[in-house]
C-alpha cells in the first residue's frame, strides 16, 4: 500500500505578543477566504485536521489553525520556568490580533471552539473591524468552574489524565470511539499547568457579560454554534448568549458534544459548512441540510 501526503503545511510564525517573542506554530490547507480556527482550552490545532483536510470546504476557504503559545508545538516564551501560565483576554485578543497581521490576513473569519469561541465573541465586540464574521463553537457569555482547578498542576497527579478525564464527560456518547480518544490524547499531553493557565481564563473572565450589547451584526455576522451533550457550555447557556446580541443566531448541533470539530468530525461538518455559508463571501453552493435544531430567529 503506498502513502498519501495530506493537503496541509505546516509552519512557524515568528512575533511579539505582550512585549515577548513567541515563536507560534500554524497549519493551513485551502484557499480563498481566510478562515482561523482556534482550538480549546489545554489542547492544540490538531482538534481542526479533518476541516483542514476536507477538499470541498478548503477549495473556497483558507483555513489556518494555529497553537496558542503554550500549546502543542507552540513553546513557551523565554524564561517560563520562572512563571505561572495564567491566559487573560488580553493576552489572548493580543495574540489572536498578532497572528492575523503577521500572516497578512485581510478581514479573516474567526472560528473558536470553547475559549476559542469565548474569544471570538470578545473580538466581536472589542474588534469587528478587523474581521469579516464570527463563528463562536460551544462558546457563552460566562462560567464559573464548578471543579477546583488547582487540580490540574500537582506533583502527586498526573495534570494531563486529569483534564482527559475531566473533558471526557463532555464529549458525545455518540462521538466515533477512535476519535474520542485522539481528543482525550490532546488532553494528556498538555503541559504543566496549561490546561489549569486556560480554565483560570474561561471560568474567572466574565467581562465579556457586559459587553454582548456592543456587537454589531449588521456589520459582522454572528453564529453561534452548540452541542446538544455539551455539560460545560449548555445549549441553556449559548441560548441565553445568543439572545443578549441582537441578529446573532445559534444551532443547536444533535449529537454532538464540546468538541465536535475533533470528537465526531463527519457529524460536525454540514454545521460548519452551513456556518461558513452565513458569512460574507459564504457560497450557496456549499450549504447542506441540517439535522440539529436551527434557531433562525434573530436575537
Known sequence: MSGVIEP????????????????????????????????????????????LNDPEITKSNRLIAFDMPWHGKSLP??????????????????????????LGLDRPILAG????????????????????????????????????????????AHGGEMGAAL????ISPHAPAVERWNTLWMF??????????????????????GRLGQIDTSHTPVHILVG????????????????AIPGATLTVMDELGHFPMSEHPEGFRSYFVDALARMPGGKE?????LGGENLEKEH
Not at 137 to 145: G, K, L, N, R, T
Not at 167 to 170: H, L, P, R, Y
Not at 192 to 198: A, E, I, K, L, T
Request: contains cysteine.
Open 8 to 51: 496541509i503545511t505546516g509552519r512557524y510564525l515568528v512575533t511579539e505578543i505582550a512585549g515577548r517573542t513567541q515563536r507560534v506554530y500554524f497549519e493551513e490547507a485551502g484557499q480563498g477566504r481566510p478562515v482561523i480556527c482556534l482550538h480549546t482550552a489545554g489542547a492544540d490545532s490538531r482538534q481542526w485536521r479533518h476541516l
Open 77 to 102: 516564551p523565554k524564561g517560563f520556568e520562572t512563571e505561572e501560565y495564567l491566559l487573560t483576554t488580553e493576552s489572548y485578543v493580543e495574540t489572536v490580533l498578532s497572528v492575523a497581521d503577521t
Open 113 to 156: 471552539c470553547s475559549m476559542g469561541g469565548r474569544i471570538a465573541l470578545q473580538m466581536a465586540a472589542l474588534h469587528a473591524d478587523r474581521f469579516a464574521g464570527f463563528i463562536a463553537i460551544e462558546a457563552s457569555d460566562f462560567q464559573p468552574a464548578w471543579y477546583d482547578i488547582d487540580w490540574f498542576h500537582r506533583p502527586d
Open 167 to 170: 473533558v471526557s464527560a463532555n
Open 188 to 209: 494528556m499531553m498538555s503541559g504543566p499547568g496549561v490546561f489549569r493557565g486556560d480554565l483560570s481564563f474561561y471560568t474567572q473572565d466574565d467581562s465579556l457579560c
Open 228 to 243: 446538544a451533550y455539551d455539560l460545560t457550555c449548555t445549549p441553556e447557556d449559548a441560548t441565553r448568549t445568543a439572545g
Open 285 to 289: 453552493g456549499m450549504t447542506t441540510t
